[in-house]
């Protein structure tokens, strides 16, 4: 398994495995299969209402718990500081984990700057490896790091063929933060897995166009959390590093990109409303 130097140091795998979405009366059974094809990086959520799956999955597989990477995420709602500290507290008790490897402010709204100062109170008392970012643009992640102590390790960005953060890729490898792809298949948008060039390309390997995709974002040095339900899609997507795009071929992909998110607009009004005042607790 390859994996990353994050700036503090730490070692994160390169491939890992993703929750969004999956119901919580499949996460277990999902997690497990990942975690025995040969996942160690899991990525959930306070808001995904899955952790304590999650969790189980972990405890059950018998694997060493210095084995794992677990990261789970801060949703905004819980961006004040004393509110910070419990929620992260509520997330270690459904993990059921002594310490986190990588803790993630879910969005770049509310008041981010409390919360990231709890997270380096926490970071800073040793229950967390690494504290970092999700969705956070250039403007407001530079911001952010100017006016605290602590660098933020991760910044977790939607990245896909359509939507390929070029600039944010630069600017992230400037600063020695590394760029994780969210929705890395563009939640499976404009018919990725049917498209002409990516088809024609996996072809050529004898590989799934996920695998292709994958191994892209790998090249470009971008850590990656696929999603599936299914063990075969498991095993592909884990499976990315006994082949490689030529330059022509990652220039090829280079010609998908659209500049904009096919998921969602996070300049659009009632969108960032929408997501800044979403509760997933009372």
């Excluded at 390859?2 to 999902?30: S, W, Y």
């Excluded at 905004?76 to 990588?102: I, N």
């Excluded at 944010?168 to 969210?182: D, M, R, Y």
Aim: hydrophobic content about 40%.
């Amino acid at each position: 398994m390859k994996d990353v130097r994050l700036n503090n140091g730490v070692r994160m795998p390169a491939i890992g495995f993703g929750v969004f979405q999956i119901p919580e009366n499949e996460t277990e059974r999902v997690v497990t299969g990942a975690i025995e094809t040969g996942y160690r990086l899991i990525d959930t959520a306070a808001a995904y209402f899955n952790e304590e799956q999650v969790g189980d999955a972990i405890r059950r597989s018998g694997v060493k718990r210095e084995e794992f990477f677990i990261t789970t995420k801060l949703w905004v709602q819980d961006y004040e500081y004393d509110d910070a500290l419990r929620a992260f507290d509520l997330s270690m008790k459904k993990l059921g984990l002594d310490y986190l490897d990588l803790y993630l402010m879910h969005k770049p709204y509310g008041n981010y700057y409390a919360a990231w100062r709890a997270m380096e109170r926490l970071y800073m008392e040793g229950r967390i490896r690494a504290i970092g970012v999700t969705s956070f643009s250039n403007e407001r992640l530079q911001d952010l790091f100017l006016h605290n102590e602590i660098k933020p390790a991760v910044n977790q960005l939607e990245t896909h063929p359509f939507f390929q953060q070029q600039a944010a890729n630069t600017f992230l490898q400037q600063e020695g933060i590394q760029h994780e792809a969210w929705a890395p298949f563009a939640e499976g948008q404009n018919d990725i897995f049917n498209h002409p060039v990516l088809k024609e390309i996996a072809a050529r390997h004898g590989k799934g166009v996920g695998a292709v995709i994958l191994r892209w974002l790998n090249q470009r040095n971008i850590v990656v959390i696929p999603k599936t339900v299914r063990r075969e899609r498991m095993a592909e997507n884990f499976h990315i590093l006994d082949f490689t795009l030529s330059d022509a071929e990652m220039a090829a992909i280079a010609t998908l990109e659209t500049g904009r998110s096919p998921i969602y607009d996070d300049m659009d009004l009632p969108t960032v409303k929408g997501i800044g005042l979403h509760k997933i607790h009372e």
